[in-house]
């Protein structure tokens, strides 16, 4: 069954072929839609093998894949208004964990999830691998907020020992 134009309202940056890239750090730019079976309970995924942004103190670029992966409530965001949100990072000035907590709590403000996460793989730079890790989760979904920091906590431990 297709989306009524009603629920899809409020999505504008699919299908227009005119969209500018973001210069600057664009939280105003994510976009969501109604979520159509918020009564199951299941995971959202996105990869963002480009990442970049920018040392804030030497201006130097940083590299990461990004995965952001939750569980919807009421409200979904919309993969193109990520990707141009995320790409919106590129001449933003901050230290990969706070790139991360940013993501994280931007699509918290914005969707009000059951559960959500975001990884941040970056790639190495003066010979040290950051890979920052955070999460949210309301009152229902307190304890996988805290297995998955202690899955992430052991990547990160296991990740340094290869």
């Not at 297709?2 to 976009?31: C, F, H, M, N, W």
């Not at 793989?121 to 989760?137: C, D, H, Q, S, V």
Request: proline fraction near 6%; hydrophobic fraction near 35%.
């Amino acid at each position: 069954m297709s989306r009524t134009d009603q629920q899809l309202e409020g999505v504008t940056l699919l299908g227009d072929t005119r969209v500018k890239y973001p210069t600057e750090y664009a939280p105003e730019i994510l976009e969501t839609f109604i979520n159509k079976h918020p009564e199951n309970e299941y995971v959202v995924s996105f990869t963002c093998p480009e990442f970049t942004s920018l040392c804030p103190k030497t201006g130097q670029p940083d590299f990461a894949k990004i995965i952001i992966s939750y569980i919807p409530r009421e409200k979904m965001v919309e993969s193109k208004s990520l990707k141009l949100y995320l790409f919106s990072f590129r001449n933003h000035g901050d230290f990969h964990e706070d790139c991360i907590n940013i993501i994280m709590k931007d699509l918290v403000a914005l969707m009000d999830p059951k559960y959500l996460e975001v990884l941040g793989l970056f790639t190495p730079r003066g010979g040290i691998a950051i890979y920052p890790f955070a999460n949210y989760g309301d009152a229902e979904h307190q304890a996988m907020v805290q297995q998955r920091r202690m899955q992430a906590f052991e990547y990160g431990i296991n990740s340094q020992m290869k």
